[in-house]
């Protein structure tokens, strides 16, 4: 199992609510749980970011970037910028940074303009032609568009400016742990549904085979034996921005807080 090669490291709150969401997941490892607690005075305990243990790189990732932003007015908010980068560009480069192995950016609203933002960072572009039709059709684009020979997928909003690499490591580390019956993980925040959202690729291609499929939302929800339902401790799971408000607090958040964005390398 994958949690065997963690490296040991000191318990804190994080670390402790990180090992109950893996008991949630995996309710049938209780016997590891108890072995894990009983060797706490030696500091035992997996860390759920530990960026060296986790494979990333057979991960994919789509972004959803086709709406039209219409509760934002004559804006387009995915060409708003937080801490001098777009949301669409800082949804990417925060995938990329995570070591995601494909990225597949679905476009279609101002598909040129929004298309600059991301080209030259190492992501597949495809258009929905279809976008004014909602997500659920770019969902079927962005999921089309994959390889297939990635595990899992990762399906992330590019309105998610609080979402970091470490978030999504927390998220692929939980699939690598999931019981054999469970194929999709879904962060929880306060009770409330969060994103992104990770599927197997048995699951995608499920998806895809279903005639007229209303997307994943509804395959979801037709079969909850497949979920994993994640507790996480950051609201950032749970936190889009749809008005100028919402985007101006999320800058403010920013203004006000050293360190929160890309460095020349990528980094957060």
Same mark, same amino acid.
């Given at each position: 199992m994958a949690w065997l090669s963690l490296h040991p490291v000191v318990l804190d709150e994080d670390r402790y609510c990180y090992l109950l969401n893996l008991w949630v997941c995996n309710p049938h490892c209780v016997y590891w749980v108890v072995a894990v607690v009983d060797k706490l005075t030696d500091g035992a305990i997996v860390s759920p970011t530990d960026a060296d243990t986790i494979d990333t790189g057979n991960i994919a990732a789509i972004v959803l970037a086709a709406g039209m932003s219409q509760r934002m007015g004559a804006e387009? +908010?995915?060409?708003?910028?937080? #801490?001098?980068?777009?949301?669409?560009?800082?949804?990417?480069?925060?995938?990329?940074?995570?070591?995601?192995?494909?990225?597949?950016?679905?476009l279609g609203h101002e598909s040129e303009r929004t298309k600059l933002q991301v080209e030259a960072l190492g992501v597949e572009c495809v258009t929905n032609s279809e976008y004014e039709s909602g997500q659920m059709s770019s969902v079927q684009c962005g999921l089309s568009a994959l390889s297939g020979v990635s595990k899992a997928t990762l399906i992330c909003l590019? #309105?998610?400016?609080?979402?970091?690499? +470490?978030?999504?490591?927390?998220?692929?580390?939980?699939?690598?742990?999931?019981?054999?019956?469970?194929?999709?993980?879904?962060?929880?925040?306060n009770e409330q549904r969060g994103n992104p959202v990770m599927i197997s690729e048995s699951v995608r291609r499920q998806v895809l085979q279903k005639a007229g499929s209303p997307g994943c939302r509804k395959f979801i929800d037709d079969n909850p034996d497949l979920v994993c339902w994640l507790p996480v401790k950051d609201s950032a799971f749970t936190t889009d921005i749809d008005t100028r408000e919402e985007f101006q607090a999320v800058r403010d958040y920013y203004k006000n807080n050293e360190n929160q964005g890309f460095d020349e390398k990528g980094s957060v």
């Amino acid at each position: 199992m994958a949690w065997l090669s963690l490296h040991p490291v000191v318990l804190d709150e994080d670390r402790y609510c990180y090992l109950l969401n893996l008991w949630v997941c995996n309710p049938h490892c209780v016997y590891w749980v108890v072995a894990v607690v009983d060797k706490l005075t030696d500091g035992a305990i997996v860390s759920p970011t530990d960026a060296d243990t986790i494979d990333t790189g057979n991960i994919a990732a789509i972004v959803l970037a086709a709406g039209m932003s219409q509760r934002m007015g004559a804006e387009n +908010k995915l060409l708003l910028e937080i #801490d001098g980068q777009s949301l669409l560009r800082r949804c990417v480069m925060t995938i990329k940074t995570a070591g995601i192995g494909e990225v597949v950016v679905v476009l279609g609203h101002e598909s040129e303009r929004t298309k600059l933002q991301v080209e030259a960072l190492g992501v597949e572009c495809v258009t929905n032609s279809e976008y004014e039709s909602g997500q659920m059709s770019s969902v079927q684009c962005g999921l089309s568009a994959l390889s297939g020979v990635s595990k899992a997928t990762l399906i992330c909003l590019s #309105d998610q400016p609080m979402i970091a690499p +470490k978030h999504l490591l927390e998220l692929i580390q939980a699939f690598d742990n999931l019981h054999p019956d469970k194929q999709i993980v879904v962060p929880t925040y306060n009770e409330q549904r969060g994103n992104p959202v990770m599927i197997s690729e048995s699951v995608r291609r499920q998806v895809l085979q279903k005639a007229g499929s209303p997307g994943c939302r509804k395959f979801i929800d037709d079969n909850p034996d497949l979920v994993c339902w994640l507790p996480v401790k950051d609201s950032a799971f749970t936190t889009d921005i749809d008005t100028r408000e919402e985007f101006q607090a999320v800058r403010d958040y920013y203004k006000n807080n050293e360190n929160q964005g890309f460095d020349e390398k990528g980094s957060v």
